[in-house]
């Protein structure tokens, strides 16, 4: 099994890469998160954006598995489906959904918005999905599964759930106004969910690694959003790196074959935490606009910045990363110079090019490498020695520093404008 994840802080273009890396595979398979991920994929001129469906769901002989560590709403979920009718895609026979994937609640979203509101200037930038509370009811043993939506008694179950969360709301004198009609849709497409094939995926899992059928392991999110090892508390609920695909689909590390990390050619991130290489100037600007860099989500701005490679070592490390996607390298043909942070500067002068626990708290200015850009368009570019010299160089250079061989570079969004080397 190989999986794929995002080196940075989310939206690195892991949709588009699932698509074209999904011919190689018969399995794919997501693992964490919920529809807080948007993965975009565009092919024939038409743009897609997947959130709780695995990326392979276009390869009709792909089996697409929804894992037990992924949180699912039910409307978007539907509403997700509904929308690929026009693809004429048979979803009962190649989408399947773990019993063991959690359910968020309508009560989920009013409790995100009632904490976010809560901590004022402090807030984490939440996508106000439910994610965060959904994974607190699982830690917490309270959550309902999918597996639960078959029972005789389910709506016993979800009434429970519903008193616990209607007292933490009259806590935050959060309003209840349009619970009635969340809870009329949300019924509605348990309905649907009940028509799909739900089972037993860890099973599925290893029988298809039993067989030697391939699987890519599908992250949503990016390493630095991690609830470990992300920078706490300005991160994701889940486990985003590749240990989450063992816990998010009942698989052995020793299964684990390549890791795929892909990173932008830049950094971006979406919502409140430490950003040391963040541009709030007219480059940031720039680079914002050449890169379309809204949420797929959300349509926030992203904020944007130069590449990090004290944080993208750092999450090389932690994933046992084996082979590296440089993406939207395009975005980067507006600069005549292009600059790439190798150490961050303490306040007390000192230099470091680790990630530091208190990365929060500390002022920390990049150190800049500055490089010649190759300042033209990429289109027409089809192969690696097509590529103008500045832009071998500085893939040169970071497969150099970050000991890790750069594999394919993307040049635009479309699924045929993926260079492998």
Not at 184 to 191: K, P
Not at 402 to 417: C, E, F, H, K, N
Request: aromatic share 8%; glycine share 10%; proline share 5%.
């Amino acid at each position: 099994m190989d999986v794929l994840l995002g080196l940075q802080w989310g939206d690195e273009g892991k949709g588009k890469i699932v698509d074209v890396l999904a011919p190689q595979y018969e399995v794919v398979a997501r693992f964490q998160g919920g529809p807080n991920a948007g993965h975009t994929l565009e092919f024939d001129g038409i743009k897609h954006v997947l959130h709780q469906i695995p990326s392979g769901i276009f390869r009709s002989q792909i089996l697409n598995i929804i894992g037990n560590g992924v949180v699912i709403d039910p409307i978007i979920l539907k509403k997700e489906i509904d929308a690929l009718g026009k693809f004429s895609i048979d979803f009962k026979s190649n989408l399947v959904i773990s019993k063991k994937a959690t359910l968020i609640v309508p009560t989920h979203k009013l409790l995100d918005a009632a904490y976010e509101l809560s901590k004022g200037d402090k807030k984490i930038g939440s996508t106000l999905k439910g994610i965060g509370p959904t994974y607190q009811d699982k830690i917490g043993r309270a959550a309902l599964r999918i597996g639960d939506i078959l029972s005789p008694d389910f709506k016993e179950k979800y009434a429970i759930l519903l008193e616990k969360h209607k007292l933490t709301l009259s806590f935050y004198k959060h309003p209840l106004d349009n619970l009635e009609e969340m809870e009329r849709q949300f019924f509605e497409a348990v309905e649907f969910i009940k028509t799909l094939p739900l089972i037993d995926s860890e099973y599925t899992v290893n029988e298809a690694l039993a067989a030697n059928k391939r699987i890519l392991a599908e992250g949503a999110q990016g390493s630095l959003l991690d609830i470990d090892f992300g920078s706490y508390p300005f991160v994701t609920s889940s486990t985003t790196m590749a240990a989450g695909a063992c816990t998010g689909l009942g698989v052995s590390p020793s299964k684990i074959g390549e890791v795929f990390g892909i990173f932008k050619a830049y950094c971006t991130r979406v919502g409140s935490g430490p950003f040391p290489t963040e541009l709030s100037d007219a480059t940031g600007e720039a680079m914002r606009k050449e890169g379309n860099e809204f949420g797929s989500t959300t349509g926030r701005p992203r904020r944007c910045g130069w590449l990090d490679l004290p944080a993208l070592k750092y999450s090389i490390m932690i994933n046992g990363v084996t082979q590296l996607f440089m993406m939207k390298a395009d975005v980067l043909n507006i600069f005549e110079e292009i600059k790439v942070c190798t150490a961050y500067e303490l306040p007390s002068g000192e230099q470091i090019e680790k990630l530091p626990f208190e990365i929060n708290e500390l002022d920390a200015k990049p150190v800049y490498k500055t490089m010649k850009g190759w300042h033209c368009s990429l289109e027409g570019v089809n192969s690696y020695e097509e590529f103008p010299l500045p832009l071998k160089e500085y893939v040169s250079y970071l497969e150099q520093v970050l000991q890790v061989p750069i594999t394919l570079v993307s040049v635009g969004p479309d699924r045929t404008q993926t260079i492998l080397r």
